[in-house]
């Protein structure tokens, strides 16, 4: 069992934020001051992360039945008793034939499994599917709804032993938690030589976090709104391809696929106008390979 991660944050003195939640450097600055929190910049690395939100990992509260069912409403709703009629499914389905066609069918952990699609999917392909979870509430919800093993916590504290699993996934998980690198080197130990792990999750050097960003800068940093609803405030991590990618190849993994898409718009609460605009984006984005999320599947060395 790898060391448990502190749990006080020590702040960098010269600028007030935390040090870097991936290389650990204290030379962090902020790039974008928005209403309640700071988007930082590590000048190191160059990984960007929220200076005054510190990851779901501490608290399992933070993610709770409002944050779902009301805050996220779009996202989680419409699916919550019905994991068929998750927008996503297809997506996971896709990307666990890919996973299969490279390792076959096994053992699965899926971290972060929001209401459970992606592990509830995965144990009706025959995986034997299990889950970490921080939230309280998305735990219960999974055990009650779909039957399945959950365990409510960091994935730091895991009871699992090493080199038990075949797979772990992190989907739209990995940019919430407190210690996005020991989770990651957590999973390395959980998998078994030749195993995998999947991660997606939002990329901010894509089309869209661009257009927002130049509202913030031509307005002087007045017009927020566009970068919040990118940089939402309970993300602590904010990747790139780069970051995700250096990330996931520090902590022992061989990348095999690395690719983009968009999240899908059904899940994302809009305006008309809104709706219209991230089309239009959408459709720019995938012309030019500027989508806003990346997917990375990587394979743990024999």
Request: aromatic content about 10%.
């Given at each position: 069992?790898s060391?448990q991660?502190p749990?006080?944050?020590?702040?960098?003195?010269?600028?007030?934020?935390?040090?870097?939640?991936?290389?650990g450097?204290?030379?962090?600055?902020?790039?974008?001051?928005?209403?309640?929190?700071?988007?930082?910049r590590?000048?190191?690395?160059h990984?960007?992360?929220n200076?005054d939100?510190h990851?779901?990992?501490?608290?399992g509260?933070?993610?709770d039945?409002?944050?779902?069912?009301?805050?996220?409403r779009?996202?989680?709703?419409?699916?919550?008793?019905?994991?068929s009629k998750?927008?996503?499914?297809?997506?996971?389905?896709?990307?666990?034939?890919?996973?299969?066609?490279q390792?076959?069918?096994?053992r699965?952990?899926?971290?972060g499994?929001?209401?459970?699609?992606?592990?509830?999917m995965a144990?009706?392909?025959?995986?034997?599917a299990?889950?970490v979870e921080?939230?309280?509430?998305?735990?219960?919800h999974?055990?009650?709804?779909h039957?399945?093993?959950?365990?409510?916590?960091?994935?730091?504290?895991f009871?699992?032993?090493?080199?038990?699993?075949d797979?772990?996934?992190?989907?739209d998980?990995?940019?919430?938690?407190?210690?996005?690198k020991?989770?990651?080197?957590?999973?390395?130990r959980?998998?078994?030589p030749?195993?995998?792990?999947?991660?997606?999750t939002?990329?901010?050097d894509?089309?869209?976090a661009?257009?927002?960003?130049?509202?913030?800068?031509?307005?002087?940093?007045?017009?927020?709104?566009?970068?919040?609803r990118?940089?939402?405030?309970?993300?602590?991590?904010?990747?790139?391809?780069e970051t995700?990618r250096?990330?996931?190849?520090r902590?022992?993994?061989h990348?095999v696929?690395?690719?983009?898409?968009?999240?899908?718009?059904?899940?994302?609460?809009?305006?008309?106008l809104?709706?219209?605009?991230?089309?239009?984006?959408y459709?720019?984005?995938?012309?030019?390979?500027?989508q806003?999320?990346i997917?990375?599947?990587?394979?743990?060395p024999?």
């Amino acid at each position: 069992m790898s060391s448990q991660p502190p749990t006080v944050v020590e702040m960098s003195p010269s600028s007030g934020l935390p040090p870097c939640p991936l290389c650990g450097a204290s030379e962090t600055k902020v790039i974008y001051q928005l209403t309640g929190y700071r988007v930082a910049r590590c000048t190191s690395c160059h990984f960007d992360f929220n200076g005054d939100f510190h990851g779901g990992g501490e608290t399992g509260q933070t993610f709770d039945r409002d944050y779902y069912m009301e805050a996220h409403r779009a996202a989680f709703a419409n699916h919550a008793n019905d994991y068929s009629k998750d927008p996503s499914l297809k997506v996971f389905e896709n990307r666990l034939k890919q996973v299969e066609a490279q390792i076959g069918v096994g053992r699965v952990l899926d971290v972060g499994p929001g209401l459970g699609t992606f592990v509830k999917m995965a144990s009706t392909r025959g995986w034997d599917a299990e889950a970490v979870e921080i939230s309280e509430y998305a735990a219960n919800h999974i055990r009650e709804t779909h039957g399945l093993q959950v365990f409510n916590g960091d994935l730091q504290k895991f009871p699992g032993e090493d080199e038990s699993f075949d797979l772990v996934t992190f989907w739209d998980s990995v940019e919430h938690v407190a210690y996005p690198k020991q989770n990651l080197e957590t999973a390395c130990r959980l998998i078994k030589p030749g195993g995998m792990i999947l991660l997606t999750t939002d990329n901010f050097d894509c089309l869209v976090a661009d257009i927002a960003s130049l509202f913030y800068k031509a307005t002087a940093g007045w017009c927020t709104y566009p970068l919040e609803r990118v940089f939402i405030d309970r993300n602590y991590g904010f990747f790139t391809d780069e970051t995700c990618r250096a990330l996931v190849e520090r902590v022992g993994f061989h990348v095999v696929v690395i690719d983009k898409m968009e999240y899908p718009l059904e899940k994302i609460k809009l305006s008309v106008l809104e709706r219209l605009a991230l089309t239009s984006i959408y459709g720019m984005a995938k012309l030019t390979g500027r989508q806003a999320q990346i997917t990375v599947m990587a394979k743990k060395p024999q």
